[in-house]
T-cell receptor, first 111, second 114 residues
Framework: DAGITQSPRHKVTETGTPVTLRCHQT?????MYWYRQDPGHGLRLIHY???????DKGEVSDGYSVSRSKTEDFLLTLESATSSQTSVYFC??????????FGPGTRLTVL | SQQGEEDPQALSIQEGENATMNCSYK?????LQWYRQNSGRGLVHLIL?????REKHSGRLRVTLDTSKKSSSLLITASRAADTASYFC??????????????FGQGTILTVHP
């Protein structure tokens, strides 16, 4: 997994609560990404970062925010979790040849 | 709609057989990538083929790219039960400031029976 960890790996939360997922990399990659994976939708990009404090929206960013205060850490926050945000979330980093390296994923259930 | 679309959606074969998956895309690309995802795990990069390449090999994997047809195929030869996984093609998003973003297809679920 190219030195990418995600925490927590599993989380169950209630509707309306804030949730923060953490991605940590040891590869010193400049680019980082948050995806969600849902049956029938494949992988969809939520937010991405192209440097410390530099982030932008992906295709499904509503209800999510991100922060990157250090090269190695990229946080994804669900400001007020909804049942539609029940999903598996993957963090990835961008390598030198346009390939991406993925973390193990976080399974989030919003009740 | 997805830039890359895989075909078939699911493929079931016996150990030792070859497995072929196809990917079609819509816009011009400078490379195309294939990834594998085992159940409950993150995606793993398998192989990248550049737009000026027609074929590339890596172990039991063979990837072809036909830019005139905007399609690619992934062939796994002499499949093993351990090859059971979902396989995704991915293409870079266009533009000078794409920041390495990729668009993934919906994947082909491969099941290899022992």
């Amino acid at each position: 997994d190219a030195g990418i960890t995600q925490s927590p790996r599993h989380k169950v939360t209630e509707t309306g609560t804030p949730v923060t997922l953490r991605c940590h990399q040891t590869e010193n990659h400049r680019y980082m990404y948050w995806y969600r994976q849902d049956p029938g939708h494949g992988l969809r990009l939520i937010h991405y970062s192209y440097g410390v404090k530099d982030t932008d929206k992906g295709e499904v960013s509503d209800g999510y925010s991100v922060s990157r205060s250090k090269t190695e850490d990229f946080l994804l926050t669900l400001e007020s979790a909804t049942s539609s945000q029940t999903s598996v979330y993957f963090c990835a980093t961008g390598g030198n040849y346009n390939e991406q390296f993925f973390g193990p994923g976080t399974r989030l259930t919003v009740l | 709609s997805q830039q890359g679309e895989e075909d078939p959606q699911a493929l079931s074969i016996q150990e030792g057989e070859n497995a072929t998956m196809n990917c079609s895309y819509k816009t011009s690309i400078n490379n195309l990538q294939w990834y594998r995802q085992n159940s409950g795990r993150g995606l793993v990069h398998l192989i990248l083929i550049r737009s000026n390449e027609r074929e590339k090999h890596s172990g039991r994997l063979r990837v072809t790219l036909d830019t005139s047809k905007k399609s690619s195929s992934l062939l796994i030869t002499a499949s093993r039960a351990a090859d059971t996984a979902s396989y995704f093609c991915a293409t870079p998003q266009a533009g000078g400031t794409s920041y390495g973003k990729l668009t993934f297809g919906q994947g082909t679920i491969l099941t290899v029976h022992p």
